[in-house]
């Protein structure tokens, strides 16, 4: 529906939040950035969006840390822990 479209009455019903907390709301949340990216990645991650669970048929997870191996995790590994898949793929 296009916006000229829409209906809008004014002072229809008792506001849950008075003006000066919504317009204050507003302001902070264009402030914030919607993306946390840095601007450089710390580990390659050439296989992301490729490989998928042999058990499940889950997206496989990058396990980026500088404290083990390159390694990708099962999505339902990752999310429920034991009571998913056990399926891990090391990067040798």
């Not at 980026?64 to 999310?79: E, L, M, V």
């Amino acid at each position: 529906m296009d916006e000229s479209e829409h209906f809008v009455f004014e002072n229809h019903h008792e506001a849950i939040i008075d003006y000066k907390t919504w317009a204050y709301t507003q302001e902070q949340l264009k402030k914030r950035t919607t993306t946390h990216y840095r601007g450089v990645k710390k580990y390659d991650n050439v296989y992301s969006g490729f490989l998928f669970c042999g058990d499940c048929g889950s997206p496989m997870f990058s396990m980026s840390r500088s404290d083990i191996a390159p390694a990708y995790t099962c999505g339902t590994y990752h999310k429920r822990g034991l009571k998913g898949p056990t399926q891990r793929l090391r990067m040798n």
